[in-house]
T-cell receptor, first 116, second 112 residues
Framework: GAVVSQHPSRVICKSGTSVKIECRSL??????MFWYRQFPKQSLMLMATSNEGSKATYEQGVEKDKFLINHASLTLSTLTVTSAHPEDSSFYIC????????????FGPGTRLTVL | GENVEQHPSTLSVQEGDSAVIKCTYSDSASNYFPWYKQELGKRPQLIIDIRSNVGEKKDQRIAVTLNKTAKHFSLHITETQPEDSAVYFCAATTGTASKLTFGTGTRLQVTL
């Protein structure tokens, strides 16, 4: 089946620093990738939709200057959390949609971000 | 935009019993409804999905039903096993390039 990897799996950083998270589709091309945030015992909240070669579409309430998204190729999207603060600590999960299989999204393993 | 409600939030069943989780959606244009299983600290895993041109789909012990008129869909797990214990999320989308809207999740616990 389709495999999506995410790196790093866990990161701890100091307040004010930036953190980059990579999401890769390993065996398929993903024209669209999605970035979610999940707080403990809560559902997945979509942050933004990333389209290869174009600007990301952010959900209402998500600061695009704080959460920078780049989707430079059909297999890689990156999320950079800039000037991270403790309230940004969360589980960040990406998903990718195989352009040959309409609708189905495959999720990465997630990145646990802890901001001290 | 789409709004997906999910019930119950927690569900405890005995091993071997059936479990049913229900979701309702608001956007009549939604046409794809996946169900995900998420274990603690892990990624959501697609377990079954259904499209709007189908009323029911079954895969071994798991089945999903869809009522487009009432705008609700349900997940049915029969002969539950301890390894079925996890959080289950329903989702809906209008399809092509559109985002998934997730339900709030159901924590299923299967007891011995």
């Amino acid at each position: 089946g389709a495999v999506v990897s995410q790196h790093p799996s866990r990161v701890i950083c100091k307040s004010g620093t930036s953190v980059k998270i990579e999401c890769r589709s390993l065996d398929f091309q993903a024209t669209t990738m999605f970035w979610y945030r999940q707080f403990p015992k809560q559902s997945l909240m979509l942050m933004a939709t990333s389209n290869e070669g174009s600007k990301a579409t952010y959900e209402q309430g998500v600061e695009k200057d704080k959460f920078l998204i780049n989707h430079a190729s059909l297999t890689l999207s990156t999320l950079t959390v800039t000037s991270a603060h403790p309230e940004d600590s969360s589980f960040y999960i990406c998903s990718a949609r195989d352009f040959k299989v309409v609708d189905t999204q495959y999720f990465g393993p997630g990145t646990r971000l802890t901001v001290l | 935009g789409e709004n997906v409600e999910q019930h119950p939030s927690t569900l405890s069943v005995q091993e071997g019993d059936s479990a049913v989780i229900k979701c309702t959606y608001s956007d009549s244009a939604s046409n794809y409804f996946p169900w995900y299983k998420q274990e603690l600290g892990k990624r959501p895993q697609l377990i079954i999905d259904i499209r709007s041109n189908v009323g029911e789909k079954k895969d071994q012990r798991i089945a999903v039903t869809l009522n487009k008129t009432a705008k609700h869909f349900s997940l049915h797990i029969t002969e539950t096993q301890p390894e079925d214990s996890a959080v289950y999320f329903c989702a809906a989308t209008t399809g092509t390039a559109s985002k998934l809207t997730f339900g709030t999740g159901t924590r299923l616990q299967v007891t011995l």
